[in-house]
């Protein structure tokens, strides 16, 4: 099973808006509503912040958003702030390996 | 708030097994399922599987062949084999919790341990 394909960097300026990309297939992305959104920090843990494509756990911000359509899912930060610089990973169920991830796209907030 | 945390040799020798232990605090570990993932410095994360509380597992097919897990309610603790190890497996490895039984996605994470596979 092949990974997710995430762009591997995307940036913006503070207060812009960003969309990350998470490409599949019709085995994954595109059969089920499934596909969460991860933050890491460099040394850290990855941090839920997306699942089953558009919900937000309790105390992510809504400046986090998620779509899909398709194959292709999507990750949007609204009002870009500093602290948003990470990596963000993709993942999605597969009826063939349970999980695949993305790739990872680093944001660098300019 | 759910606390994990990972125990383990951070060394092990090729052709050794890969031992690490999830300890689960703040929270039962009943009811719901229980993941490793990994993540070699610099790269991607890899899920390599999960057991549930009455010890039903499922595995990622690239590592079922080397992969047990094993849970003990009674100390709130989860367990990770990986055998014939060899330099690939290096990586952080993370304890996860499954948010819901069909989604596989992951609310709540160990720190992460680094295990380094070298002789």
């Known amino acids: 099973q092949s990974a997710l394909t995430q762009p591997a960097s995307v940036s913006g300026s503070p207060g812009q808006s960003i969309t990350i990309s998470c490409t599949g297939t019709s085995s994954d992305v595109g059969a089920y509503n499934y596909v969460s959104w991860y933050q890491q920090y460099p040394g850290k843990a990855p941090k839920l912040m997306i699942f089953?494509?558009?919900n937000r756990p309790s105390g992510v911000s809504n400046r986090f958003s998620g779509s899909k359509s398709g194959i292709t899912a999507s990750l949007t930060i609204s009002g870009l702030q500093a602290e948003d610089e990470a990596d963000y990973y993709c993942?999605?169920?597969?009826?063939?390996?349970?999980?695949?991830f993305g790739g990872g796209t680093r944001l660098t907030v300019l | 708030q759910v606390q994990l945390q990972e125990s383990g040799p951070g060394l092990v020798k090729p052709s050794e097994t890969l031992s690490l232990t999830c300890t689960v605090s703040s929270g039962s570990i009943r009811d719901y399922y229980w993941s490793w993932i990994r993540q070699p410095a610099g790269k991607g994360l890899e899920w390599i599987g999960r057991i549930y509380t009455s010890g039903t597992t499922n595995y990622n097919p690239s590592l079922k062949s080397r992969v047990t897990m094993s849970i003990d309610t009674s100390k709130n603790q989860f367990s990770l084999n990986l055998i014939s190890v060899t330099a690939a497996d290096t990586a952080f490895y993370y304890c996860?919790?499954?948010?819901?039984?069909?989604?596989?996605?992951?609310?709540?994470w160990g720190q992460g341990t680094l295990v380094t596979v070298s002789s």
């Open positions: 089953e494509v558009f």
């Open positions: 993942s999605s169920y597969t009826l063939s390996t349970h999980v695949v």
């Open positions: 996860a919790r499954d948010r819901a039984a069909r989604t596989f996605d992951f609310d709540y």
